[in-house]
Structures are given as C-alpha cells and as structure tokens.
C-alpha cells in the first residue's frame, strides 16, 4: 500500500543508517587500508600498495599463520570429539535431566571466558593442582612445566571453547528423529553403520556451526596466549593486536584481518553448502 | 432490492501475481443491503476479490469504488469496510471487550460511546457477559461472533466476510447462518461473502457469484443460477446435473428437433421469461447461433429426470438399466447406466403410497423429463470438467 | 552398565569444565598470598576487593554501558526486525547482509575496524565510542530473537488491526509490541550478557577516562595469580551463577 508512514521512514532510516555507518563503513575502511602504506605520526598515509598483502606470504607471518591455524585446528578436532559424545548423552536424557545438564552447560558459557583462562593457571601452574596431583600419583617425580607454553595455550583454548561446540551439537542432535535410527537398526545395520550412515550426515549442520564457533575465535581470541602463553606464544590474534597497539603498522594488521575474514568467509560458505544438502535431503 | 443504488463498483479489475493472472476483468456493481456471494472452488481467486475491497491488495488494472468514493489507493486504515477473518484474527492480549473496542479506539470515540457501542454489538451477537474474557478462553464459535461484532460495531459501509464458517461443525455452522441472516436484516449493511459451500451461498444470499480460475462465470439469484446456468462449469459446481450429448437436427423458432444420445427429441428453447421455460443458456447470441448440425449439450438435473419401465425391445439411447439404488429417506437415488455406457442420477420422492411404482436394481427404464425443464448449451469442445 | 558409562562420561567433562572455576573459588578464601597449599580459611580478600574502589567503579561502569547498551541495541534491534518482516524499502539487503556479517565475524576484526573507523572521525576513545561498539555488536542478536517471535505470530492479526482503523505506529504499539515483548525482553537480557562479557572489541575502542571492568580484570591477570582476583573472579562467577538460575526460574514458570 503507498502509504507514507512517519514510523516506517523512521524504523528504516534508523536501522540501515546504523547498520551503514557502524558496520559496512568500518569493513571497508578495513579493506581498504590493507592497500595503503604506514606513516608516522598519521597512522595510514593515503599511497596505494600491494605490499601489505605481499607480506602476509613471508615465513614471518605466515608461519605465525600456520601455527595458529594448527592450533585452531587440534582444538576444534578435540573438541569435537569430546563434545559430540557429551550432546549425544545429554540429548537422549529424560526431559527434566535434560533441562538441567543444559543448565549446567550453559553457566560456564556465561561466565566471562577471561576469568574461565585465569582460572586455569591455578590448575597448570607448577605448584599448581595438576602438577600437585600427578606428583601425588607419582607418574611424574619432579614438576612439569606447562603453563607458558603452547601446550597451555592449546588447553585453555579448548577448556573456554568447549561449551561453544556443544550447544550447537545438541540442538541438532535433538532434532534427529529417533525413529531414523531405529529403522536403520531394523533394516540390519549395525551400531557403528548406523552411526557413520545415518546419525552423523543428518547432525552434519550441528557440527559444522559447533566447529565454527570454535575454530573462529581459536584463531582470534588473543588474551587467551596472552594468558597462558606468555611473550613467546604468538598467534594471529596477537600479532593483529601487535601490528595495532604495539608497531603502530595498521595496514599490515588491516591485512592480516581481512585474511582472516576470507577464512571466515571459506568457512561460512562450507556450511552453506553443507545445509543446503542436508536441507535437500530432509523430508519437507 | 430495498436501495438500488451501487454500493460497490468494481471496474474492470484484474489481479497478477507476478505473472500469474489470479483475477480476470471483473467488473460488477454490487448494491446497498445486498448480500451477495462469492462462490467457487479454491484458486479460483474469490478471497483476493475480498482483499482487493478490504484494501489489502491492490488491482493490477481497474478501479474499485466503495459509496460512491474511488478506494483503489486508499489503504485498508482509511476504507469504510470491516472484514471477518476466517480464522477470527481476535487479538490475543486482548478482552473481548477490548477487541471489539479497538476500532472505536482509533476513531478515537470518546469513551461513554465505545461503552455504548461496545455493549451494543456484543448483544447483538448474544456475548455481552462474556466482555471481560481472552479469545482463548472461548470457543470456536463464541470467538467468531466476537469477531462479527468487531467488525459491526463500527457501523462500516460494507461487511467482508472470509468463510467465517469454515472452521465450525456443521451445526453450529446451520445455526451461525440464520444469526447472520438475520444481523443482515438488522443491520440492513452490505454484506459481501466469500465461501466454497454451495448449500451455504444459497441459503444466504441475495444474488451468488460463482468464480472459476479468476473469472465470474454467473452473477444470478441461487434460483437462476441453479435452474438456467449459463455454462456448463456452473452447472456442474451447483449441484448435481446429468448431462447428454447431441446435435442439431433442424431449428423453428423457439423449438428444435435434436439428436441426443442418438434418438431424435424435440427440445425447446428460448425462457420467455415466466421461470419455467426451457432456458438455452450460454450467450444469447451463441444460442442464436445454433442451427443444423451443431453440437449441443442437453442438461438435466436429478430431480427433472421421468422414468418410465421400457418396453423389452427397446433399446434406444435414452434407455437404461438400473445399477444401484440409495435410499435417502424422503428421496430415492437411482443410477441409471445408459446404452452408451453413460451413468446418471436420477431422484424420485419415495411414495409410500404406490411400492409399485418403485424400481429397482436390473429393471430396465425409459429416461425423460417434463418439457421445458431441460436446459440446452452449445457444446464448446473445449470446455472440460 | 552403559547406564554407567554414559554417567561417567557426562560427569568427567562436567568436571573438567567446573573444576577451575571451584579451585579458584575455593583459594579466594585460601589465607596465603602466593603459594598454592592450603594456609587456612580467610575472607580478608573479599574485603580487600570491596575496598579496592578502582574496581567497584570499573564494576559500576560495566553494569552501566551495559544497561545503555542492551536498551539502544533493543530499540534499533526490534525496529531492523519490524522492517525485515514488514517492509519492502532499498537497503533491505544492506540490512540482512550487515547483521549477519556482525555475528559471524572475529572480534578481533571488529574491533579494529571499528578503532579505524573512530579515528577517522576524530572521536576521543572513551565511553561514547564504547557505547557505539557495543550496540552495534549487540544489534543482531536482538534482531534475530524477535524476528523469532515476529515469525510465530498470526499474519492476520496486523491486517484486522489494519482494517479496523490501525496506522502503522499504532499496529506497532498495540499489536505486534505487547504480542512480541518476550522476544523483546530476551533480546535485552541477550544484549546485556554481552555487553558485560566483551573483551575484545573493548580493548580496542576503549579510552582512559572510562574503564571497564574486563579490561581492568585483564591487566591484573596478565601480572599473575592474586588474591584479590580469585575473590573478584569467584564473585563474577557467582553472579553469572545466580542470573542463570534466576533466567531459567522465570521461563519455566512461564511455560
């Protein structure tokens, strides 16, 4: 209807002019200094060059970049295989038990994940509880170093971003039809082949999600290396907050982000993919 | 028609959705305190008429005129219609008294009159005890009057009412048809009325519109549209109808010889206007247009069919065996398998005075009818059904 | 048996997922400064903290910039929802597209591109800018729980008001508010959560006249394990603990 609402001028110029300002605005600025060169005292001088993202190629980042993706990597992959047997118990519960072990997964989901990675230096410390308890056991006789190295930063990643990869598992294991497996079962397959052919193609959008919200911040969540891993540890989000905070070379950083937007971007066009399938498959 | 003046005009309109034609030159006029029904299977565009005079939808083409006024732009906030929702669409957060209130609000009616008002309508739908309720405390039923007397109680030009009825049991649905009868009679507003029911458009209304795929095909009072329908589509819609195929023999005036089912007839044409008259539907000129050879349909409804017992050796196409008979209390269904092959219905009053007279399944019968109780249309090839 | 198992299972990562958050609660009350046995039971850094009044104001400003945060990020939020339901208008793509690029990306990314974008203007890094940021982040998440809600309800109640008389302001009021307002509520309380937890994007755009709590926690932890911070983080646990219970006793009884 060509009806001049004042209210819906308003809700539109509002929220798109926001939305414009805030946030295309910003990931173009970004885009673009990626191609311009550093200055002092100015951050950016406005002359073109392609050699920001010529850099990102030179073993001093991009190795950087290996590492962390590895690292991103091992995370996503142990959380996944922790956490995927975790939702599957937990969804096949009585509803009430349900509710609560949901409740108790999401509390550390809420809890500010700063204090979750300190709260683990009390536990990797050298005098700290694991060292004391493996001592106790006497499996090792003297204390381990682990905190301040990559192997703390590898746990803390996992520990904080544990409850990132259940809860998107569970809402799609929830979803699977119970009667899908059983007539699997019926038609003759086993456990296992139920489980490869049935369970884990039709939970595939669950997994992707969980492995994304997980793999992401795996790369970007500096403090967590901050925390545990000391000066030595340096991955992508360090070096992003580096280039920013510390070498004052934002167009290099601004490259590196945009690097790792096209990651993101990858990512989220696997799952798509991923979901359309699974979409074309399901019943209507 | 109490006052002859048009109510509401629509002017040549026609509806696309994208490029799916849904509406196709309607044009009418319909009058004030009519009740007038649009009726036809689902698809064939009857709510999107509705939405176009609620103002929801606008016209690809045309113009629509509501009181004299052109609404085609106006927007449904600012149109002097109320609609009935099929599904009620009471407002879920409200009291009953609250939504029957709301139009009166947005007028911003001061508030003595809404009371008035409100309480007004709600008695006239037999629910002003129940104005402090939710919509979901009530029933299906109860729910549909609230909705009613939201609509009415703003006193508006013209009611839309979107199969109200559809959702209810059918006793509730007989008993909801009189109330509406009779709050038209009260009110005495325009009512417009969309339903896919024919027994329902019937005992409603003033004159019935029946739709097919975007068109009207007849705009006539349910007698005419019953007794003379002008295609074949709505004598099918309406009712039961046996149908015969034949050709012109030769044509005199208001009367013709025919071959149908293979045996020569005279059939007679041409309604001189008493109700009782053959009535060759179709376009007059198409009628007109009927002589030596042309194909025909000759239309029969149940009720209008004669039979006789045949004589053993005959044979002929207007001759059948009866295959089933279903009893229905005050009438008799009788299935009659023709020597074409054909199948027909014909009903006969169940006469307990004469259990002679009474066929039964193997006899064979002789098909008739009284004269001038047919109804003859030329046979467009391309109408199927 | 593999009632058992399962059991076990479940209980073990519930262990390894609460056993830092109990070792910490339980040396906030642990009467030594550095080492890590056991010296006796104290509650003198939880007075330390209260007392520690850098904290407390960083506390309060959190808990601030959230509230104004979360309202402005629900106002907008729910009116991007109304106009991605209602509406056709140009930039409807702009406005799908941008909030699904705030949720997917890194906070890193963010954060800096939004630092860029400050800069840029020229405005002082401080609570204004952080207001700024934290809406913006906080938007779609609003959007989406009440596009939820918007989706459930009945299309026909917006044409009945319609054609009893409703302009869109008045429609907006009285129909798809009040029908919505839980979508609404949980979009706020979304937004709030948010807003208190967000590390990252405020390192960024964060200024000196305004701290913050995670900031301010995040420059203590960097230094080592304290005291006063196992109180202050056994605290925020707390707190995290009772908003939850809370949250999750409120929709039971609704439902």
Same mark, same amino acid.
């Given at each position: 209807?060509?009806?001049?609402?004042?209210?819906?001028?308003?809700a539109?110029?509002?929220?798109?002019?926001?939305?414009?300002?805030?946030?295309?605005?910003?990931?173009?600025l970004?885009?673009?200094?990626?191609?311009?060169?550093?200055?002092?005292?100015?951050?950016?001088?406005?002359?073109?060059?392609?050699?920001?993202?010529?850099r990102?190629?030179?073993?001093?980042?991009?190795?950087?970049?290996?590492?962390?993706?590895?690292?991103a990597?091992?995370?996503?992959?142990?959380?996944?295989l922790?956490?995927?047997?975790?939702?599957?118990?937990?969804?096949?519960?009585?509803?009430?038990?349900?509710?609560?072990?949901?409740?108790?997964?999401?509390?550390?989901?809420?809890?500010?994940?700063?204090?979750?990675?300190?709260?683990?230096?009390?536990?990797?410390?050298?005098?700290?509880?694991?060292?004391?308890?493996?001592?106790?056991?006497?499996?090792?006789?003297?204390?381990?170093?682990?905190l301040?190295?990559?192997?703390?930063?590898?746990?803390?990643?996992?520990y904080?971003?544990?409850?990132?990869?259940?809860?998107?598992?569970y809402?799609?294991?929830?979803?699977?039809?119970?009667?899908?497996?059983?007539?699997?079962?019926?038609?003759?397959?086993?456990?296992?082949?139920?489980?490869?052919?049935?369970?884990?193609?039709?939970?595939?959008?669950?997994?992707?999600?969980?492995?994304?919200?997980?793999?992401?911040?795996?790369?970007?969540?500096?403090?967590?290396?901050?925390?545990?891993g000391?000066?030595?540890?340096?991955?992508?989000?360090?070096f992003?907050?580096?280039?920013?905070?510390?070498?004052?070379?934002?167009?290099?950083?601004?490259?590196?982000?945009?690097?790792?937007?096209?990651?993101?971007g990858l990512?989220?066009?696997?799952?798509?993919?991923?979901?359309?399938?699974?979409r074309?498959?399901?019943?209507? | 028609? *109490?006052?002859?003046?048009?109510?509401?005009?629509?002017?040549?309109?026609?509806?696309?959705?994208?490029?799916?034609?849904?509406?196709?030159?309607?044009?009418?006029?319909?009058?004030?305190?009519?009740?007038?029904?649009?009726?036809?299977?689902?698809?064939?565009g009857?709510?999107?008429?509705?939405?176009?005079?609620?103002?929801?939808?606008?016209?690809?083409?045309?113009r629509?005129?509501?009181?004299?006024?052109?609404?085609t732009?106006?927007?449904?906030?600012?149109?002097?219609?109320?609609?009935?929702?099929?599904?009620?669409?009471?407002?879920?957060?409200m009291?009953?008294?609250d939504?029957?209130?709301?139009?009166?609000?947005?007028?911003?009616?001061?508030?003595?009159?809404?009371?008035?008002e409100?309480?007004?309508?709600?008695?006239?739908?037999?629910?002003?005890?129940?104005?402090?309720?939710?919509?979901?405390?009530?029933?299906?039923?109860?729910?549909?009057?609230?909705?009613?007397?939201?609509?009415?109680?703003?006193?508006?030009?013209?009611?839309?009412?979107?199969?109200?009825?559809?959702?209810?049991d059918?006793?509730?649905?007989?008993?909801?048809?009189?109330?509406?009868?009779?709050?038209?009679?009260?009110?005495?507003?325009?009512?417009v009325?969309?339903?896919?029911?024919?027994?329902?458009?019937?005992?409603?209304?003033?004159?019935?519109?029946?739709?097919?795929?975007?068109?009207?095909?007849?705009?006539?009072?349910p007698?005419?549209?019953?007794?003379?329908?002008?295609?074949?589509?709505?004598?099918?819609?309406?009712?039961?109808?046996?149908t015969f195929?034949?050709?012109?023999?030769?044509?005199?005036?208001?009367?013709?010889?025919?071959?149908? *089912?293979?045996? *020569?007839?005279?059939?007679?044409?041409?309604?001189?206007?008493n109700?009782?008259?053959?009535?060759?539907?179709?376009?007059?000129?198409?009628?007109?247009?009927?002589?030596?050879?042309?194909p025909?349909?000759v239309l029969?409804?149940?009720?209008?069919?004669?039979?006789?017992?045949?004589?053993?050796?005959?044979?002929?196409?207007?001759?059948?065996?009866?295959?089933?008979?279903?009893?229905k209390g005050?009438?008799?269904?009788?299935?009659?398998?023709?020597?074409?092959?054909?199948?027909?219905?014909?009903?006969?009053?169940?006469?307990?005075?004469?259990?002679?007279?009474?066929?039964?399944?193997?006899?064979?019968v002789?098909?008739?009818?009284?004269?001038?109780?047919?109804?003859?249309?030329?046979?467009?090839g391309?109408?199927?059904? | 048996?593999?009632r058992?198992?399962?059991?076990?299972?479940?209980?073990?990562v519930?262990?390894?997922?609460?056993?830092?958050l109990?070792?910490?609660?339980?040396?906030?009350?642990?009467?030594?400064?550095?080492?890590?046995?056991?010296?006796?039971?104290?509650?003198?850094?939880?007075?330390?903290l209260a007392?520690?009044?850098?904290?407390?104001?960083?506390?309060?400003?959190?808990?601030?910039?959230?509230?104004?945060?979360?309202?402005?990020?629900?106002?907008?939020?729910?009116?991007?929802?109304?106009?991605?339901?209602?509406?056709?208008?140009?930039?409807?793509?702009?406005l799908s597209?941008?909030?699904?690029?705030?949720?997917?990306?890194p906070?890193?990314?963010m954060?800096?591109?939004?630092?860029?974008?400050?800069?840029?203007?020229?405005?002082?890094?401080g609570?204004?800018?952080?207001?700024?940021?934290?809406?913006?982040?906080c938007?779609?998440?609003?959007?989406?729980?009440?596009?939820?809600?918007?989706?459930?309800?009945?299309?026909?109640?917006?044409?009945?008001?319609?054609?009893?008389?409703?302009?869109?302001?008045?429609?907006?009021?009285?129909?798809?508010?009040p029908?919505?307002m839980?979508?609404?509520?949980a979009?706020?309380?979304?937004?709030?959560?948010?807003?208190?937890?967000?590390?990252i994007i405020?390192?960024?755009?964060?200024?000196?006249?305004?701290?913050i709590?995670?900031?301010?926690?995040?420059?203590?932890?960097?230094?080592?394990?304290?005291?006063?911070?196992?109180?202050?983080?056994?605290?925020?646990?707390?707190?995290?603990?009772?908003?939850?219970?809370?949250?999750?006793?409120?929709?039971?009884?609704?439902?």
């Amino acid at each position: 209807m060509k009806d001049r609402s004042l209210f819906k001028a308003l809700a539109v110029t509002l929220t798109v002019g926001w939305l414009a300002v805030f946030v295309i605005v910003p990931n173009l600025l970004t885009l673009a200094t990626g191609f311009l060169t550093r200055g002092e005292p100015e951050f950016v001088l406005p002359v073109f060059t392609l050699e920001n993202y010529a850099r990102l190629f030179d073993p001093a980042f991009f190795d950087i970049f290996l590492d962390s993706v590895w690292l991103a990597l091992c995370t996503t992959v142990l959380c996944l295989l922790v956490g995927y047997p975790f939702a599957y118990i937990l969804a096949r519960l009585t509803p009430a038990r349900r509710r609560l072990g949901l409740l108790f997964v999401v509390i550390p989901f809420w809890t500010n994940s700063l204090i979750r990675t300190y709260a683990l230096i009390a536990i990797l410390n050298v005098n700290g509880l694991l060292n004391a308890v493996l001592l106790w056991l006497g499996i090792i006789t003297e204390p381990v170093e682990l905190l301040y190295t990559n192997t703390a930063v590898f746990v803390g990643f996992t520990y904080t971003l544990l409850p990132f990869m259940i809860l998107p598992l569970y809402a799609s294991i929830e979803k699977l039809d119970h009667r899908l497996i059983e007539a699997a079962r019926d038609l003759g397959a086993g456990s296992f082949q139920t489980f490869f052919r049935v369970s884990l193609p039709l939970t595939l959008p669950g997994i992707i999600a969980g492995s994304m919200l997980v793999f992401l911040p795996a790369l970007s969540m500096f403090y967590v290396p901050d925390i545990l891993g000391g000066a030595k540890s340096l991955l992508v989000g360090n070096f992003i907050r580096n280039q920013f905070l510390v070498a004052r070379d934002w167009p290099f950083g601004a490259a590196a982000s945009v690097l790792l937007t096209v990651v993101m971007g990858l990512l989220l066009y696997v799952y798509w993919l991923c979901h359309k399938r699974v979409r074309k498959a399901e019943p209507a | 028609m *109490e006052n002859a003046l048009p109510c509401i005009e629509l002017e040549h309109v026609s509806k696309r959705f994208g490029d799916q034609p849904v509406l196709r030159d309607i044009h009418l006029t319909i009058n004030h305190g009519e009740f007038l029904t649009f009726l036809g299977p689902s698809g064939c565009g009857k709510t999107t008429i509705l939405r176009l005079l609620a103002g929801f939808e606008r016209p690809s083409t045309g113009r629509v005129r509501i009181g004299g006024t052109d609404v085609t732009d106006l927007p449904p906030h600012r149109r002097a219609v109320n609609t009935v929702f099929q599904n009620y669409a009471l407002f879920p957060h409200m009291t009953v008294f609250d939504n029957v209130a709301f139009g009166l609000r947005m007028r911003r009616a001061p508030a003595k009159v809404i009371e008035e008002e409100v309480f007004s309508a709600l008695r006239m739908v037999k629910m002003e005890t129940h104005h402090t309720r939710r919509p979901s405390q009530l029933s299906g039923g109860q729910q549909q009057r609230v909705a009613i007397a939201r609509a009415v109680v703003n006193k508006p030009l013209v009611l839309l009412l979107d199969e109200p009825l559809s959702a209810l049991d059918y006793k509730l649905r007989k008993a909801m048809q009189i109330e509406l009868k009779e709050l038209r009679r009260t009110l005495g507003i325009t009512f417009v009325f969309v339903t896919h029911d024919q027994e329902e458009a019937f005992s409603m209304s003033d004159r019935v519109a029946v739709m097919n795929e975007g068109v009207i095909e007849q705009i006539d009072s349910p007698s005419a549209i019953y007794e003379k329908p002008v295609n074949l589509f709505v004598a099918r819609f309406v009712g039961e109808i046996n149908t015969f195929e034949g050709r012109v023999l030769s044509r005199n005036g208001t009367s013709m010889q025919a071959l149908v *089912e293979g045996e *020569e007839v005279r059939l007679s044409l041409g309604g001189n206007g008493n109700g009782n008259g053959a009535h060759c539907g179709g376009t007059p000129a198409s009628c007109g247009s009927l002589s030596q050879g042309s194909p025909i349909k000759v239309l029969l409804r149940p009720e209008d069919v004669r039979l006789e017992r045949a004589a053993p050796n005959d044979a002929g196409g207007l001759t059948g065996c009866i295959v089933d008979t279903v009893y229905k209390g005050m009438t008799i269904d009788l299935i009659i398998e023709m020597t074409g092959g054909k199948k027909i219905l014909a009903t006969e009053f169940f006469n307990e005075d004469a259990p002679e007279a009474l066929f039964s399944v193997g006899e064979r019968v002789r098909v008739g009818w009284v004269e001038d109780w047919e109804v003859v249309l030329p046979d467009e090839g391309s109408q199927s059904l | 048996m593999k009632r058992m198992v399962k059991a076990a299972y479940l209980g073990t990562v519930y262990l390894f997922l609460y056993l830092p958050l109990a070792v910490l609660t339980v040396y906030s009350f642990n009467d030594a400064r550095h080492v890590v046995a056991w010296k006796g039971f104290t509650t003198r850094w939880y007075a330390k903290l209260a007392e520690n009044a850098v904290l407390l104001d960083a506390a309060v400003n959190s808990l601030l910039l959230a509230a104004a945060s979360a309202t402005a990020a629900t106002v907008i939020g729910t009116l991007a929802a109304i106009a991605l339901k209602r509406y056709r208008f140009t930039g409807r793509t702009i406005l799908s597209t941008s909030m699904y690029v705030v949720m997917m990306s890194p906070d890193i990314v963010m954060g800096i591109s939004l630092l860029m974008l400050f800069v840029l203007m020229g405005l002082p890094l401080g609570f204004t800018t952080l207001f700024l940021s934290h809406v913006t982040f906080c938007l779609p998440f609003v959007t989406v729980t009440v596009l939820a809600r918007l989706t459930g309800l009945d299309g026909n109640l917006v044409e009945a008001a319609m054609d009893l008389g409703a302009r869109e302001f008045e429609v907006f009021s009285r129909i798809i508010l009040p029908l919505a307002m839980p979508g609404v509520l949980a979009g706020w309380l979304l937004s709030f959560t948010l807003s208190l937890d967000d590390v990252i994007i405020s390192f960024f755009v964060t200024g000196p006249t305004f701290e913050i709590l995670p900031l301010k926690i995040y420059s203590m932890v960097r230094l080592g394990v304290k005291p006063e911070v196992n109180a202050l983080c056994a605290v925020m646990f707390g707190i995290t603990l009772a908003v939850v219970f809370l949250t999750h006793l409120c929709f039971k009884e609704r439902k």
